[in-house]
């Protein structure tokens, strides 16, 4: 019996363009994440109601990092995050809010304050 074709590598070698200091920014996110799931109040009042009617919790996320390369901008759109080679979209800003993960530079954040 032939042995299965091996499968691709993913990324592709050619597309993987992740700088040390980016892996070390998204571990920090995940970092960040996992707190926030941790310290939730709701989250542990929901489990704490599951475990009052006789059943063990065991929590599994699954958190997806997606990165899109920026291409070029206009110096009227630059803001804190593109001085460090990350740029969010509103949407990108709107789902780490949703996370409770703010954003230096956020202007949504300074308007709130």
């Given at each position: 019996m032939p042995l299965p074709a091996p499968l691709p590598?993913?990324?592709?070698?050619?597309?993987?363009?992740?700088?040390?200091?980016?892996?070390?920014?998204?571990?920090?996110?995940?970092?960040a994440i996992h707190e926030s799931v941790i310290e939730s109040e709701q989250i542990a009042g929901v489990v704490q109601d599951i475990r009052k009617h006789g059943f063990d919790v065991l929590l599994m996320l699954e958190a997806t990092i997606g990165l899109n390369e920026v291409g070029s901008r206009d110096a009227g759109e630059e803001?804190?995050?593109?001085?460090?080679?990350?740029?969010?979209?509103?949407?990108?800003?709107?789902?780490?809010?949703?996370?409770?993960?703010s954003v230096e530079g956020d202007t949504d954040e300074e308007t709130e304050a």
């Open positions: 590598r993913w990324p592709p070698p050619e597309v993987n363009k992740v700088t040390s200091r980016l892996r070390e920014l998204i571990q920090q996110l995940g970092e803001d804190a995050s593109a001085e460090e080679g990350v740029a969010f979209t509103q949407n990108d800003l709107n789902f780490l809010k949703s996370l409770r993960i």
